[in-house]
């Protein structure tokens, strides 16, 4: 059974920094394309970065140059490096997994807030 586990939220003032890491159960991420996403009540859920199983990323405009998207593979762990965060980071953020058969896996999603 595949499972995603994400962790590293919290509150944070603007301008700060925080690392989520998702670890998992049943997929190895150097061989599937693994992603964080983000939600806010009422919007849908966007997608923030991705990797690929050969290491390519990328981006959403709004995040490029303040988040990267980062795995290491002896650990089976994907993160997520956030810096300058903004009031506009705010969001549950989401784990997910794509397998080679087009499977989707979602984590249970992490809260991030950025206030002072």
């Known amino acids: 059974q595949v499972q995603l586990v994400e962790s590293g939220g919290g509150l944070v003032q603007p301008g700060g920094s925080l690392r989520l890491s998702c670890a998992s159960s049943g997929i190895i991420f150097s061989l599937e394309t693994t992603a964080w996403y983000r939600q806010t009540p009422g919007k849908e859920r966007e997608l923030v970065a991705a990797?690929?199983?050969?290491?390519?990323?990328n981006y959403l405009d709004s995040v490029k140059g303040r988040f990267t998207i980062s795995r290491d593979d002896a650990k089976n762990a994907v993160y997520l490096q956030m810096n300058s965060l903004k009031p506009e980071d705010t969001a549950v953020y989401y784990c997910?997994?794509?397998?080679?058969?087009?499977?989707?896996?979602w984590g249970q999603g992490t809260q991030v807030t950025v206030s002072s």
């Open positions: 990797i690929r199983s050969g290491g390519s990323t």
């Open positions: 997910n997994a794509i397998k080679y058969t087009g499977a989707s896996y």
